[in-house]
């Protein structure tokens, strides 16, 4: 028994020490210095040199819009009806013989409405009134004011909204064409400028493009007044002119 208990209580010592020794690591541990975390960040300062270049060209439209319309009252709306659809079917077939194709022709506009007598207290209708127009596209400007002429001589007594522009085609052409020219220009602007100021250039990492898009605006002409069908008193004259289409462009070159 006294041996037993002895090694007992030896086994019992090694253990406590062994707790306390571990404990004072963990202690150690715990109380210690702590570990320094350190971020580093680097930031490139990026420099750019920016020139721009434009361009202006004079540019006659290809395309022309009118609208040709009547306005026509009758007692009924059959008889207001027949005369308005007489005039436009007329108006239409004469166009096409002028030379424009069907597709440019389409009908814009078609109102029926009753004429009221406002001096009756029960406002009686006394009739109705129809108004319908027509928008014809026109490429060929020669045809432009016959083609108003013979609307006029046939009835219409509405002409109006006598609209220049450009085709989808024309537009696309001129862009790549004025796009060009103010890239160049660009170009050239940042080797004289950079030359002068003594900094060297290396590529283009940023374009930026405006394009000041002045299209022709719409003129309104004396044919636009509204008629009495009796037709203009002297052959139409109407001429697009011209106007100036602008386009910018800004290079970003980074610096070396």
Avoid: W
Avoid at 241 to 250: A, I, K, L
Wanted: net charge negative; proline share 4%; no cysteine.
């Amino acid at each position: 028994m006294k041996n037993y208990f002895n090694a007992r209580t030896i086994i019992n010592a090694i253990l406590v020490t062994a707790v306390t020794v571990g404990a004072g690591i963990l202690v150690t541990r715990l109380t210690g210095p702590l570990p320094i975390s350190v971020t580093q960040t680097l930031s490139e300062k990026q420099t750019t040199f920016n020139t721009t270049g434009d361009s202006e060209m004079s540019v006659i439209p290809d395309e022309a819009r009118v609208y040709l319309g009547i306005d026509v009252g009758g007692q009924t709306v059959a008889e207001a009806q027949s005369e308005a659809n007489e005039v436009i079917n007329s108006i239409t077939t004469a166009v096409k013989k002028l030379g424009v194709d069907e597709k440019n022709i389409k009908t814009q506009n078609y109102s029926l409405n009753p004429n009221y007598d406002y001096e009756s207290p029960e406002r009686t209708i006394i009739g109705y009134r129809v108004n319908t127009q027509i928008l014809v596209k026109i490429n060929d400007f020669e045809k432009l004011n016959q083609v108003i002429d013979t609307a006029t001589n046939l009835g219409a007594n509405q002409v109006g909204g006598i609209n220049f522009s450009l085709s989808e085609d024309k537009q696309e052409e001129l862009r790549k064409e004025a796009r060009k020219e103010a890239i160049d220009e660009a170009k050239e602007n940042a080797k004289e400028l950079a030359k002068l100021a003594g900094i060297k250039l290396g590529k283009v990492v940023n374009i930026t493009e405006s394009n000041g898009g002045n299209y022709p605006q719409p003129l309104y002409a004396r044919a636009e007044m509204a008629l009495d069908g009796g037709g203009l008193e002297a052959p139409t004259q109407i001429n697009p002119g011209s106007e100036t289409y602008r386009y910018s462009v800004t290079l970003s070159y980074e610096t070396l």
